[in-house]
């Protein structure tokens, strides 16, 4: 699994975006979460990656303070109560982990997660051991992580061990006390 495929599966996470609509106030872009019914200055996400809903579809572009965005080679206004949505960033801890883990224990964690209704970007806390023994030869320990879904909530244990083998543990406890253990063994 390359990078793009990674980058692939963290585009269709459930709960990936902050979606909304835009207003123009006081020569000022805000933009209202339709989730939370927040309000924002559209300034906080110049020249990040925004999505606008043109033409019954998602374009991708990056926002300029100007209220411009610049899709591709080409750019396009804002207009009032234009439909736009934010990409959320991970928790820093959770992105790290993600990447130090292989293809494999990636792969099955986030469809495992997903299956349980979760989404990586409902991670609330993450402690990744494994950042702190890059210098080691033997690497093994436990990561924590917590995600809640507004509905329920999933503690995640992630019990490995890289050394002459390569081994993934991943615990699964949903407040409900459902329990699911997944593992992943390379030689």
Same mark, same amino acid.
């Given at each position: ?11 269709? @996470?459930?709960?990936?975006?902050? /979606?909304?609509? +835009? /207003? @123009? ?10 989730? =939370?019914?927040?309000?924002?200055? $559209?300034?906080?996400?110049? @020249? ?16 300029? /303070? #100007? ?8 750019? =396009? ?8 949505? +934010? ?7 959770? /992105?790290?982990?993600?990447?130090? +883990?292989?293809? %494999? ?5 986030? =469809? #495992?997660? *997903? ?14 051991? $494994? ?16 995600? %809640? *879904?507004?509905? +329920?909530?999933?503690?995640? @244990? ?9 081994? %993934? ?6 407040? #409900? ?11």
């Amino acid at each position: 699994m390359n990078r793009q495929q990674r980058r692939k599966l963290y585009d269709n @996470q459930q709960r990936a975006y902050n /979606e909304g609509t +835009v /207003e @123009q106030i006081n020569d000022q872009w805000i933009f209202f979460d339709e989730e =939370t019914e927040e309000a924002t200055m $559209l300034d906080d996400f110049f @020249q990040q990656e925004i999505e606008i809903f043109r033409m019954n579809r998602w374009k991708k572009g990056v926002f300029l /303070e #100007t209220g411009e965005i610049r899709i591709g080679k080409e750019s =396009t206004m804002l207009r009032d109560h234009d439909l736009v949505r +934010v990409k959320k960033h991970l928790i820093y801890s959770l /992105e790290r982990l993600l990447d130090g +883990v292989n293809d %494999d224990a990636f792969f099955q964690f986030v =469809t #495992t997660l *997903n299956s349980l209704n979760f989404s990586i970007y409902d991670c609330i806390y993450c402690y990744n051991h $494994l950042s702190f023994l890059s210098d080691e030869h033997r690497k093994d320990g436990v990561n924590f992580m917590v995600f %809640d *879904n507004q509905e +329920v909530i999933c503690n995640v @244990q992630h019990h490995f061990c890289y050394y002459e083998k390569v081994n %993934d543990r991943f615990e699964f406890t949903l407040n #409900t006390g459902k329990r699911l253990v997944i593992e992943k063994m390379i030689s």
